[in-house]
């Protein structure tokens, strides 16, 4: 079946400090792959999406690639904010089916 | 476009009482998915609809759930004798087809007493 691992949190950064969170998952199939965030009060908001292997989802500076062979779909950010500070949950979505990992909580110090 | 809305944001009632909550979709979104999410978890995968069909139900937690979406457009998912393992937050998600972006709405939380 369909699942998603993902960097267990929580993960302290300081401001302008480099920003990896790992997924992985496993399919059946060719799924498309998100970042979802939640910020403190609010509700899921996707952050970025590919389609296909090889592809790149930006969006606000963070960035992830579709790694067909490593199974993965690591969200990376070169500097990271005081305001990305949030729940990051990476997500795969079949035709039929949707798996979401467990979220990494992000805190940016200044 | 005014986003995906649910109602109520809270409920509380007690433990055996039946609660029903609602969602509405973004107008043109032909999918509809229901979620639960409990504290430092993600969202986890319930049930969706295309238009009106539920095109998947295993996922349900179990016989007390149930959801419909009799028109093709809001739905309801009702818990029936609810246990206190049932609190958590609801979600519900629009998107125009399978495998496309979903947008969520704020969640229903609710706790059993």
Known sequence: GNSVTQMEGPVTLSEEAFLTINCTYTATGYPSL??????PGEGLQLLLKATKADDKGSNKGFEATYRKETTSFHLEKGSVQVSDSAVYFCALCSEDDMRFGAGTRLTVKP | DTGVSQNPRHKITKRGQNVTFRCDPISEHNRLYWYRQTLGQGPEFLTYFQNEAQLEKS????D????ERPKGSFSTLEIQRTEQGDSAMYLCASSLWGRDIQY??????????
């Open chain 2, 64 to 67: 007390r759930f149930s959801a």
């Open chain 2, 104 to 113: 969520f709405g704020a969640g229903t939380r609710l706790s059993v007493l």
């Open chain 1, 34 to 39: 998100f970042w979802y965030v939640q910020y």
């Open chain 2, 59 to 62: 996922r349900l937690l179990s």
